[in-house]
């Protein structure tokens, strides 16, 4: 009854695709996801920095 | 590289995979509609994580009790068990005391986990759809 409990890091989050392959595991709760304020935080500085460096989206 | 994975063969999938990253090639892994190409780290992570997932897919399938101890009601909702505890404190989910000890209703616990997978749901289309306007999938 106990799931794999994983710990995703901002390299994780911040890649689009590799992020939703984590959370469909997630939502068919073959896992489950945990990470943490820091981490939240890193990813939006990687993904503001990204958008910044193509100023045609947003 | 593409494997077909074969749930009944998960250490050579996981073995042809590592195989190919080791050789720095990039895989492509599909798990329902979402899908990523990867090479590196998180190939090998995922790669052995799926294998993991593969090997115990012999799920057991149990009749649940009518009511459940806390770490009962933590493993079906999939959080700890002073999470299930603080749900019940702050009135989310009820509680029958028996001395110092807790029962949850199994009935309310199963509801209550349908509600958190359709507030999921709707949160994962909005990030996905979010991240598709941003050009988030588009490859670099």
Not at chain 1, 38 to 52: C, S, T, Y
């Amino acid at each position: 009854l106990r799931r794999l409990r994983l710990f995703l890091d901002a390299n994780v989050l911040v890649d689009a695709q590799v992020r939703d392959i984590f959370m469909t595991m997630a939502e068919a709760e073959l896992v489950d996801l945990r990470w943490s304020e820091r981490v939240l935080e890193e990813m939006i500085r990687a993904l503001v920095e990204r958008l910044a460096l193509d100023p045609d989206r947003r | 590289m593409s494997v077909a994975v074969r749930p009944n063969d998960p250490a050579a999938f996981v073995a042809t995979a590592r195989e190919a990253i080791s050789h720095g090639e990039r895989i492509r892994l599909r798990v329902g509609e979402a899908e990523c190409e990867v090479d590196g780290e998180i190939a090998e992570g995922l790669v052995s994580l799926m294998g993991a997932l593969i090997s115990g897919a012999a799920t057991e399938l149990l009749a649940l009790p009518d009511e459940l101890t806390t770490g009962q009601a933590a493993d079906l909702l999939g959080v700890s068990r002073p999470t299930v505890v603080s749900l019940v404190d702050r009135g989310d989910l009820g509680a029958r005391r028996i001395g110092s000890h807790r029962r949850l209703n199994t009935a309310e616990v199963l509801a209550y986990r349908e509600q958190r997978r359709t507030e999921r749901h709707r949160a994962l289309d909005e990030v996905a759809s979010l991240s598709s306007e941003l050009g988030l999938y588009d490859v670099e």
